[in-house]
C-alpha cells in the first residue's frame, strides 16, 4: 500500500469514527469522496476503487446487529443515565484500539458493549440485586477484546469489583491478565505488585482521572503464577469499594476458595443470618470459556461440583452481583438446572456460606453474529441457510490418512508407550504448507506479523515431546536444504505452490463473501526469493504443562509469547489440550489435527484454526481426518440451526428460558456437552412447529441404502390414488416433481420411523409419532424432487472446478413404481464438493432441498425467502415430506446400482400443538480419546 493511499486510509478512519451506527457501503463511499476532497498530496489521486475495499474489509461490511433475549424484569436504564458517566476509560480503550489497528470495528464494539453493560444492572442501585447472563460469539473471534470493553464501560458506569475467570489453564489465566493489563489497567501488574513500579503499557499512554488496582499479575515462575494470593493482597492493603480493583484468577479450588475466604474478611463484611455479605460493592463476574468447568456436572442440585459450588459461593458473597458467561458454544449452560435449595451451605476455610442458585442465564443471552471477515465454520465447510443463501466452503480441507502408522486413531493405555520414531508424509507435507505460506506472506508486507502451525495428535505429554522432537528435526532439515539451495527440496516446495496454492487461492477469491484486495497471486520465482528469510524465522515448541527438562527428549518448551517478537513470531506448536482450549496463536495458518472427542461444544472449542485471517485466509489449510471433518460438518449443521431458532425467537420477545427448552427439545441436537452436564429430568416434550427436519448426513452402507430405498417403495404403494406430474419445461421427459396430495400421514409416520439414518438424537424421539398427533394440520403432502438436468457435475475427489464440462456426466436416472404406475425419475447429485470418501454422504451446504422446492404443494407461489414460505405454510396449515433420489456416484466406495434416499420435512408453525413426550436416552456416537490431559499438577486442582 504507498503512502498516499495510507494517508487516505487514516484520514477515513477518522472521519468514520465520527459516524453513529452501522457502517454501510454507502457511507464509506460519502467518506472517499470527503477524503478525495481534502486533496491530500497536491496532484495526487488515490484510487478509490482500492481504497474502498481497504475500507469495506477494516470495517467488516455486514456485521449484522446483536440478537438478544431478555427475561420481562430486565429493563434499561443506560441511555438514561449516560449523561450522568464520564466513558473515560473507554475512550482511551477505544483510542488504544484503533491505534494498534486502524482496521478494528469499534463503533460495532462500542454497539454491542453498550447492549450488554445496559442488560446488566445499573451499579449506582441502591438495592441488592443477583443478575445472570451469558454472551454468545464464535471461536476465535474477538471474545477477550468483546469483554474488556465491557469491564471498562462497567467500571466507568460504577462497579467497583471486576473478577475475571479465565479458564482452567495457567497459560491462558497469564494471557487474559496481560489483556486486561493493556486494555485495562494501563500498567504491567507484574512490575507493579513486584517492585511497585508504575511501568505504563496500552491504555496507560493515555491519561485518566481513575485509578484502577489488579490483585493478580501476569508473573509467572515456578511456585507463584501471579494468580490470586492472601498474602500479595494483604501487602498491598488495597481497600475494596473506592478505587476500582480487577481481579483475573484461574478456575481451581484453592484460588476460588482464597479468593472467598479474603472477601469474607473486609470492613464492609456482615454477617446477617448466619452467611457472609459484602454489602454496597458492586461486583461483575465474567466467566470466559463459561461452558468449561462452571456447569455442575452432578444429577443432583444437592450434590454440586466443586468450580460450580465456589463461583455461585463468591457472587452469593455480594449483595449487588452481575454474573456473565462468555462462550461460543452454550450447549451446557442451556442444560443448567433453575432450581435450587436456598438453604444449601458450603463450608471455606472453616466459614459456613451460602451457595446460592446456579448459573443458568436466565436474565438475558446475547448471541454476537460474526463479521463478513470472520473465518468460522460455515465458510470452512459451507452452509446453505434457510433463505436459500448459499456459502461454498473454502477450498482450504486436506485430507489425511498415512497418520497411523507412525499414529494413532487414539493413544491409550494399550500404545501410550508406543511412541513415534518418523513423521506421517502428510505432517511433513503440512510443514511444507507452513513454509510457503511464510514466504507468501513476506511478499504481502507481512514480515513483522505472527506465523503459527499447530500439531496436535495426542494428549500426553510424552507424545507432545516426541512429536515436537520430530517436527523440529524436519523443519531443520528443511531450513539447511532450503539455505543451501538444494535442488529437491526447492523442487518438492515449487511442486507443492503450483498444484495447491495457486488453485486454492483461486478458489478463495472466487468464494470468499466479502473481498480481501491483499490476497493475490505470486509467481513461484518471487516465492523462491522469500523462502530463506522466512524458514530462518520458524521456531518449534513443545506446549504442555511440564516445566523441568529433566525427562525430554525436546527441550523448547518456553512460553509462547508474542509480546516478546516486535517483528514477529513464526512458531510451530505441537501441543494437545492446552492448545484446544488454551492460549490463541497469532497468525494461525496451518492445522495438523487428529484429536477426537465425543461432544460437539468440545469439538467446536478444538477450532483454532476459525477466527480472522487478513491478507492470508486462501494460504490456510487443515489437515485432519475425513471423520473429523464430517464431524465438524455436521457440528455446524447444528450450531448454525440453533442460531437460527435464536434468531426467529427474539423476533417474538421470548426469555432465556424458552431458548433453553428449545435447545432441549431440538432434533439431532441431544449429544452435545459432556453427558454428566445434561441435567435435566427423564422425561421431556418435544416440537417441530414450524421446522424442517432433513437428511444432512446420510449412511452409505449398503444395507441402510437398500433399507431406506425399499422404505421408498413403500411410501409409494398408494393404489389409485391420483398424483400430479409436474414438468420443468413442458419438453421434458422426465418431471421435475411428482406430488400427491392429502397424503396419508399414517404412512408418513411409518416411513420417517423407518428411515435408517445416523444423528445424533433422543433415542425413540420419533418424528413419525409428532407427525401423527398434529391434528392441526389440514393437510400432508409429499413431493418426489426428480433432476431434469441432461448432464450432472461428478468429481468425487474433489480435484476439478465446478463446471468444467470433462467432469459430466449423463444424469443417472431410476425407475419407481407409484401407485400402479412406472415412472422413470431423475437423480440429482448434492454431495459435500469437499468431501468424498468418509463414511457418510454429506449434504453439500447441509441443506439438501431449495427454496423452489418448499412451495410445491402451497397454493401460493414464486416466493422468493423462506420465512415468506413459512408464512404461508402457516397460513394453509399444511405439512410437507420432500423426497430426493441421489446419484451413489458422487461418492467413492458406493455401487449398488440403487440411488441414496434422503429427505426434506416441513412443518408449519401449529398454535396448538400437541408435543410428544419422550424417554431422554442418549446416543454416545463418538469415540473420545482416554487421554490424560497435558496440564500440570497445579492446573488440576479443579
Not at 489488579?214 to 509467572?220: D, G, I, M, W
Not at 507435507?429 to 506479523?449: D, P, W
Not at 491478507?615 to 460438518?633: K, M
Request: aromatic share 10%; with cysteine.
Amino acid at each position: 500500500m504507498n503512502t498516499l493511499l495510507q494517508s487516505a486510509r487514516a484520514i477515513s478512519h477518522t472521519l468514520l469514527s465520527l459516524h453513529q451506527g452501522e457502517i454501510t457501503d454507502d457511507i464509506l463511499l460519502k467518506v472517499i469522496e470527503k477524503t478525495k476532497a481534502m486533496n491530500i498530496v497536491e496532484g495526487q489521486i488515490f484510487d478509490k476503487d482500492e481504497l474502498f475495499e481497504i475500507l469495506r474489509a477494516d470495517f467488516s461490511i455486514g456485521n449484522g446487529a446483536i440478537t438478544e433475549l431478555y427475561d420481562e424484569k430486565v429493563t434499561p436504564w443506560l441511555n438514561d443515565e449516560k449523561v450522568n458517566i464520564n466513558f473515560d476509560l473507554w475512550d482511551r480503550y477505544k483510542l488504544d484500539m484503533q491505534k494498534n489497528d486502524p482496521s478494528f470495528p469499534v463503533n460495532d464494539l462500542d454497539d454491542f458493549t453498550d447492549k450488554i453493560l445496559d442488560k446488566c444492572v445499573n451499579p449506582k442501585e441502591t438495592k441488592s440485586f443477583d443478575r445472570r447472563g451469558m454472551v454468545v460469539g464464535h471461536v476465535q473471534s474477538g471474545k477477550t477484546s468483546n469483554y474488556v470493553g465491557l469491564i471498562n464501560k462497567a467500571t466507568d458506569a460504577g462497579y467497583k469489583v471486576i473478577i475475571v475467570i479465565a479458564g482452567t489453564i495457567s497459560s491462558l489465566r497469564r494471557q487474559t491478565q496481560e489483556r486486561i493489563d493493556s486494555g485495562y489497567i494501563g500498567r504491567n501488574s507484574s512490575a507493579f505488585i513486584r517492585e511497585n513500579e508504575n511501568k505504563i503499557i496500552g491504555v496507560g499512554k493515555y491519561k485518566v482521572n481513575t485509578d484502577i488496582y489488579s490483585l493478580t499479575s501476569s508473573y509467572y515462575k515456578s511456585g507463584d503464577e501471579g494468580d490470586f494470593s492472601q498474602s500479595v493482597a494483604n501487602r498491598l492493603n488495597i481497600p475494596i469499594g473506592k478505587n476500582p480493583v480487577v481481579f483475573v484468577i484461574k478456575k481451581n479450588k484453592s484460588i476460588l476458595e482464597n479468593l472467598i475466604d479474603w472477601f469474607s474478611k473486609d470492613v464492609n463484611a456482615k454477617i446477617i443470618d448466619g452467611s457472609t455479605k459484602l454489602f454496597d460493592v458492586p461486583v461483575l463476574v465474567i466467566d470466559d470459556e463459561a461452558d468449561a468447568a462452571s456447569v455442575n456436572a452432578s444429577k443432583s442440585i444437592e450434590d454440586i461440583k466443586t468450580i460450580n459450588k465456589l463461583i455461585r459461593t463468591l457472587l452469593n458473597l455480594f449483595n449487588q452481583n452481575t454474573f456473565i458467561g462468555y462462550t461460543a458454544t452454550p450447549y451446557a449452560n442451556l442444560f443448567i438446572s433453575q432450581t435450587h435449595n436456598d438453604e444449601l451451605t458450603t463450608i471455606v476455610k472453616n466459614k459456613e456460606y451460602k451457595i446460592g442458585e446456579d448459573l443458568f442465564p436466565r436474565d438475558f443471552i446475547i448471541n454476537i453474529k460474526a463479521p463478513t471477515n470472520y473465518i468460522g465454520a460455515t465458510k470452512i465447510f459451507g452452509f446453505e441457510n434457510p433463505n436459500g443463501e448459499t456459502k461454498e466452503p473454502l477450498d482450504i480441507f486436506r485430507a489425511i490418512d498415512d497418520y497411523d502408522p507412525p499414529f494413532f486413531k487414539t493413544v491409550n493405555k494399550f500404545n501410550k508407550e508406543d511412541l513415534p520414531e518418523y513423521l506421517p508424509k502428510s505432517l511433513e507435507k503440512a510443514i511444507k504448507s507452513f513454509i510457503l505460506t511464510c514466504s507468501i506472506r513476506r511478499l504481502r508486507g507481512h514480515e513483522n506479523k505472527h506465523n503459527s502451525m499447530l500439531v496436535h495428535v495426542a494428549l500426553l505429554v510424552k507424545w507432545i515431546d516426541k512429536v515436537a522432537y520430530l517436527v523440529n528435526e524436519k523443519t531443520r532439515e528443511y531450513a539447511n536444504a532450503i539455505k543451501a539451495e538444494d535442488t529437491g527440496i526447492l523442487q518438492e516446495l515449487k511442486e507443492l505452490f503450483e498444484s495447491d496454492f495457486i488453485s486454492t487461492t483461486d478458489n478463495v477469491l472466487e468464494n470468499l463473501d466479502y473481498k480481501d484486495i491483499r490476497i493475490k497471486q505470486h509467481s513461484w520465482e518471487e516465492v523462491k526469493d522469500e523462502l530463506k528469510k522466512a524458514v530462518s524465522k520458524i521456531d518449534v515448541r513443545s506446549v504442555h504443562g511440564t516445566r523441568s527438562t529433566a525427562n525430554l527428549e525436546y527441550h523448547n518448551i518456553e512460553e509462547i509469547d508474542y509480546n516478546r517478537h516486535e517483528n514477529g513470531l513464526s512458531v510451530i506448536a505441537v501441543g494437545g489440550s492446552r492448545l484446544s482450549r488454551g492460549i490463541t496463536l497469532e497468525g494461525l495458518s496451518v492445522s495438523y489435527y487428529l484429536r477426537t472427542t465425543k461432544m460437539y461444544d468440545s469439538l467446536m472449542q478444538m477450532g483454532r484454526w476459525f477466527g480472522y485471517r487478513p491478507g492470508y485466509v486462501d494460504l490456510c489449510r487443515l489437515y485432519t481426518t475425513e471423520q473429523i471433518f464430517e464431524w465438524f460438518n455436521h457440528i455446524t449443521m447444528a450450531t448454525e440451526e440453533m442460531r437460527n431458532d435464536f434468531d426467529e425467537m427474539t423476533t417474538s420477545h421470548q426469555r432465556p428460558k424458552d431458548f433453553r427448552l428449545k435447545v432441549r427439545n431440538h432434533h439431532g441436537l441431544m449429544t452435545i456437552t459432556s453427558l454428566a452436564k445434561l441435567n435435566f429430568s427423564k422425561n421431556i416434550e418435544i416440537s417441530f412447529s414450524g421446522t424442517n427436519p432433513q437428511t444432512y448426513q446420510l449412511l452409505k452402507t449398503k444395507s441402510a441404502i437398500e433399507s431406506n430405498f425399499k422404505n421408498f417403495q413403500s411410501l409409494l404403494d398408494i393404489g389409485n390414488k391420483p398424483f400430479e406430474i409436474i414438468k420443468h419445461k413442458e419438453s421434458d421427459t422426465i418431471p421435475r416433481y411428482v406430488l400427491i396430495k392429502d397424503f396419508d400421514k399414517e404412512k408418513i409416520a411409518t416411513f420417517l420411523d423407518n428411515f435408517k439414518i445416523d444423528l445424533l438424537r433422543i433415542k425413540n424421539a420419533s418424528l413419525g409419532e409428532y407427525v401423527m398427533n398434529q391434528n392441526e394440520i389440514k393437510e400432508w403432502s409429499i413431493a418426489i424432487v426428480s433432476n431434469t438436468d441432461k448432464e450432472t457435475f461428478i468429481d468425487f475427489k474433489g480435484g476439478s472446478k465446478k463446471g468444467e464440462r470433462s467432469n459430466n456426466a449423463e444424469v443417472k436416472t431410476y425407475e419407481i413404481k407409484i401407485g400402479n404406475k412406472n415412472l422413470e425419475l431423475g437423480c440429482s447429485v448434492r454431495n459435500q464438493q469437499l468431501l468424498r470418501d468418509g463414511e457418510y454422504y454429506l449434504i453439500s451446504k447441509n441443506q439438501i432441498d431449495d427454496t423452489v422446492d418448499r412451495q410445491v404443494d402451497l397454493k401460493v407461489s414464486n416466493l422468493k425467502k423462506n420465512d415468506v414460505i413459512k408464512i404461508e405454510r402457516e397460513k394453509e396449515k399444511k405439512g410437507l415430506l420432500l423426497i430426493y433420489a441421489l446419484d451413489e456416484r458422487g461418492t467413492p466406495n458406493v455401487n449398488n446400482e440403487i440411488p441414496i434416499i434422503g429427505y426434506s420435512l416441513h412443518f408449519p408453525k401449529i398454535e396448538n400443538e400437541v408435543k410428544t413426550s419422550y424417554t431422554t436416552t442418549i446416543y454416545d456416537s463418538f469415540d473420545e480419546e482416554m487421554q490424560e490431559d497435558d496440564d500440570s499438577p497445579n492446573d488440576n486442582n479443579l
